[in-house]
């Protein structure tokens, strides 16, 4: 017999996503913990909505091989991402894969530029 005076239960929600910051934090959480896998999730998550610490992040991860495979292209065009957001270390970072042809074309000129640029970070910063 079935009572149709009880309380239904309630149905489980699924998890909140995130915010990009609290994705942020917890990639940080994982990187400082050598869960490099974890980590890369989260701040391809950060990354995607933009959050320019995040792409740096998964740059360096790329770029290194931890947690995901080794991948020049994809830590270059994450590196561009955040200097075009002034991210001075990605700038940097930018300037010597193009100097140097890693992860795209060599190209002396456009790494001046990107030299010129972390000069101009560190000259803002100081202020």
């Known amino acids: 017999m079935h009572d149709s005076s009880a309380t239904p239960k309630p149905t489980p929600e699924a998890p909140k996503p995130l915010t990009p910051s609290a994705e942020m934090e917890q990639g940080i959480k994982a990187l400082k913990e050598r869960h490099y896998h974890v980590a890369a999730r989260h701040f391809e998550l950060a990354a995607l909505a933009g959050l320019v ?13 931890m947690g995901v495979r080794t991948d020049s292209v994809r830590a270059r065009n994450l590196y ?29 000129d456009e790494a001046r530029e990107w030299r010129e640029k972390a000069q101009s970070i560190k000259e803002q910063k100081a202020k």
């Open 80 to 108: 561009k991402k955040a200097a075009t957001q002034n991210h001075l270390e990605a700038t940097e970072k930018m300037a010597e894969y193009v100097a140097e042809g890693i992860g795209g074309p060599k190209h002396l």
């Open 53 to 65: 610490e995040a792409q740096y992040e998964l740059g360096q991860l790329f770029e290194k091989g």
